[in-house]
């Protein structure tokens, strides 16, 4: 039969109570989840990895197994735009700045 995979963004009312978090869902159980420092702005996914920006300007970059692709990127500021295609993530951001980041699985 189909099932259903998704990634989850959930930002907290209060970081102390209520955390920031990305969770893989798949089959309806939680495959991983992942707590922020920061809330999320937007949440973007391919076949391959999920990249997740937040508030800070910083942004994650996690394989479906939930394993980061890359060290967190500090952009400095908010993400305007998250889009992602194959093994390619393109990030604008408020102040216009355009980035293409090639992400590797190796």
């Known amino acids: 039969g189909m099932y259903?995979?998704?990634?989850?963004?959930?930002?907290?009312?209060?970081?102390?109570?209520?955390?920031n978090e990305v969770l893989f869902v798949s089959r309806g159980q939680t495959q991983w989840l992942d707590y922020l420092s920061s809330p999320i702005l937007a949440l973007a996914a391919t076949s391959t990895f999920c990249a997740v920006a937040m508030q800070d300007g910083s942004v994650n970059v996690y394989s479906h197994t939930g394993r980061r692709l890359m060290p967190a990127l500090s952009l400095g500021v908010p993400c305007h735009t998250l889009t992602v295609c194959k093994h390619t993530l393109m990030l604008l951001t408020v102040s216009g700045m355009l980035y293409v980041w090639y992400v590797s699985h190796s």
């Open 4 to 19: 259903q995979e998704r990634y989850m963004p959930s930002n907290g009312a209060d970081f102390l109570i209520e955390p």
